[in-house]
């Protein structure tokens, strides 16, 4: 429309050039969209509700059109909700939801204009409040700071001023902070309410008998990053231990240096320094002193090998299980299969085209015979799946395909045991599809968070031992049972486990302030290891300001590593994160103490997580090694685009957007002697 638009003004001018007799007067010219006003242009909603906007073009003289198309989308935030072609919202998830109406006049040359409304999603009234900790009994001449955190029945986060009573001020008495001061033995009912939410229960005060307390190791030495759990005992005059002594605790440096110690006793130092950690049951408190030195492991890194893709966009890389071939998709129709016998010269030694327009994910069975690729945005809308035959490891070949109930796209895939797990762009669900006979791929069963479908997305799926973690965007890590037995959970029928959320739009809201109104943000990849999840988010402003590196037209990336602690698989709570400075969080991999991450423009990052794991990773200096994936050849020259890491018999694969396929060598720490 605006080819033939400016064909016409080209006519035009050539026809004025030339004189001509009398002739009929010219047509006139359309009149061009001036703007499009959307009522309501600022709005909110809470989850679950909806809203119909309505769109009114003008023209240059300020008059109403009204012979226009108006057509509905929904930018930036566009996963909190969607609009359909009435300009009826319907909100899905908390956060900001950018509403564009295009509007445009049939057949005539006139440039489309768009107007926008900014729709924002409230979560549900507070329905409980958790508060942490929560004592039974404390012994009188005693205080305990609480902290109360209200959730709405979905559990979004709420921010609710809390307010606190106790029944018996003279036995306990609270104040607007959650400060309990145990006055006199008695019972007391204490409550914490946020709106209509009320969490209450019964705290008895009983006779103080310490005389005295103690607190242990005495002194320490450790490095940043290293976990001291200090040891809080407290006596009575024959030296027997009192129970339900809870001291408050604190931390400050001898000097300079930060470090935190939290209610438990857990102290952990950001900064090298001397700490005095102090914990004070009332008039008592017991004192010890932690010598923290810089943790000091950055290690030099070697290029063996590289493969520019030039022209195409690499995005995730498999290795075969033979350790000699790799497979990368590509932002685009196909992937390709690589040599790596010899690291240090990759080549391609075939291709695999489909009809695509992004093929973003690619993995084979453990025994390295079949595998699979995703697809999205075919031509003939049917997307879904393509089944491969990796039997010549150097030649994959398609075998079958899988469309049946995933024709809206499939993003991410698992295989595991002879099954592929994979994300349903188009309803947000699971999907289990049995490929025991890979020629005849069926679908076993389909799992899905219960939230409103306008909101549902589900972005990536790991499995380890039976357990798979899915990564569900605005409903955080999500772990399901499906054949580790736990919860009795098998392929065809997985089993919830537990789901663990936390507040994306509070956590990112310095990514709203640079972008503009709404952002681009969710729960994005996770890795089960050990007693930790490390689950990373994907996170864009509305619209990229000022130019600079970006994602695929998406824009800088931002984005925090969570290290959530599932030792007590009923309560995950995160005890640390990592949150790079120069990037964003994409894909990880997890090889014994040792995290690989693809930082988008940050390039690769190596992280240490040897040991207890608290605070902020990076201010620890647990970042060990660092590639800027970045090539002045690039399809962005000198701009690395990391999309993540695989780590295999010492070698780092690295798929770069921009510059295609990096492997290099983390070498051993060098000793200077003396």
């Known amino acids: 429309m605006t080819a033939y638009f400016l064909f016409a003004l080209a006519a035009l001018r050539v026809s004025a050039q030339q004189p001509a007799p009398a002739a009929p007067p010219a047509p006139t010219l359309p009149q061009p969209i001036a703007r499009v006003a959307v ?109 109360a955190a209200p959730y709405a029945a979905n559990d979004d986060r709420r921010y609710d001023v809390v307010a606190w009573k106790s029944s018996r001020p003279a036995v306990v008495e609270v104040n607007a902070f959650g400060r309990l001061s145990a006055r006199t033995t008695g019972t007391t009912t204490v409550s914490a309410s946020a709106g209509s939410a009320v969490e209450s229960w019964s705290v008895t005060v009983v006779p103080n008998p310490v005389s005295r307390v103690m607190l242990g190791p005495a002194d320490t030495a450790v490095r940043t990053g290293d976990v001291v759990r200090f040891r809080f005992a407290a006596t009575d005059a024959a030296r ?116 695509a327009r992004i093929v973003n994910d690619v993995m084979t069975t453990e025994d390295g015979k079949f595998g699979v690729m995703t697809r999205e945005g075919a031509s003939t809308r049917k997307n879904g799946i393509v089944i491969l035959s990796f039997e010549d490891p150097a030649h994959p070949k398609p075998i079958a395909e899988f469309t049946e109930t995933v024709t809206g796209g499939v993003h991410s895939t698992y295989v595991y045991h002879g099954y592929i797990y994979l994300t349903d762009d188009a309803t947000g669900s699971m999907r289990v599809i049995d490929i025991r006979d890979p020629y005849h791929p069926k679908q076993v069963a389909r799992w899905q968070v219960e939230r409103p479908d306008a909101g549902r997305t589900l972005h990536d799926i790991d499995i380890r031992d039976g357990l798979a973690t ?152 647990r970042e060990y090694a660092h590639v800027h994936t970045g090539d002045a050849q690039g399809n962005v020259p000198n701009t690395a685009n990391a999309w993540g890491a695989i780590y295999r018999d010492g070698l780092i694969y690295v798929p770069d957007i921009n510059s295609g396929l990096w492997i290099v060598k983390v070498e051993p720490t060098q000793v200077v002697l003396p």
């Open 240 to 355: 027997r231990a009192v129970a339900d002594a809870r001291p408050e605790w604190a931390v400050a440096p001898v000097g300079q240096g930060y470090a935190t110690v939290d209610g438990d006793g857990v102290f952990v130092a950001d900064q090298p320094g001397t700490y005095r950690v102090v914990a004070a049951l009332g008039a008592r408190s017991a004192e010890a002193f932690v010598l923290v030195s810089a943790r000091n492991i950055t290690r030099p890194v070697t290029i063996v090998g590289r493969l520019p893709l030039k022209g195409f966009e690499a995005a995730e890389l498999w290795l075969h299980p033979d350790g000699k071939h790799a497979y990368i998709s590509t932002i685009g129709d196909r992937i390709y299969a690589i040599d790596v016998a010899d690291p240090a010269k990759p080549i391609i030694t075939d291709s695999v085209v489909v009809d």
């Open 39 to 147: 009522r309501p242009a600022e709005f909110a909603l809470k989850v679950g509700d909806t809203l119909r906007l309505a769109a009114v073009a003008y023209d240059s003289a300020g008059k109403v059109m009204d012979d226009v198309v108006i057509r509905w989308f929904t930018s930036g935030g566009r996963f909190e909700g969607k609009v359909d072609s009435t300009g009826l919202v319907s909100a899905g998830a908390t956060g900001t939801l950018n509403v564009a109406a295009i509007a445009s006049v049939q057949d005539r040359a006139v440039k489309p204009t768009i107007g926008f409304a900014h729709v924002t999603v409230l979560p549900l009234p507070a329905a409980r409040v958790v508060v942490t900790p929560r004592p039974a009994r404390l012994l009188a001449a005693t205080s305990l700071v609480l902290e």
């Open 470 to 621: 899915l990564s569900y965007w605005n409903d955080g890590l999500v772990i399901l049972d499906v054949g580790n037995g736990m919860k009795g959970g098998t392929p065809e029928n997985p089993q919830l486990v537990v789901q663990f959320k936390y507040d994306l739009n509070a956590l990112y809201k310095k990514v709203e302030l640079a972008g503009g109104p709404g952002f681009i943000r969710g729960t994005h990849t996770s890795w089960r290891h050990g007693r930790y999840v490390f689950v990373g988010d994907e996170v864009f402003p509305a619209r990229q300001q000022g130019g600079g590196p970006g994602v695929i037209g998406l824009g800088r990336a931002y984005g925090r590593l969570h290290v959530i602690d599932i030792s007590d698989l009923t309560k995950p709570h995160e005890v640390a994160w990592y949150e790079p400075t120069d990037g964003g969080v994409h894909n990880v991999w997890v090889a014994g103490d040792t995290l690989y991450l693809g930082d988008y423009q940050g390039g690769l990052r190596v992280l240490d997580i040897a040991g207890e794991l608290k605070g902020d990773l990076l201010a620890q200096g």
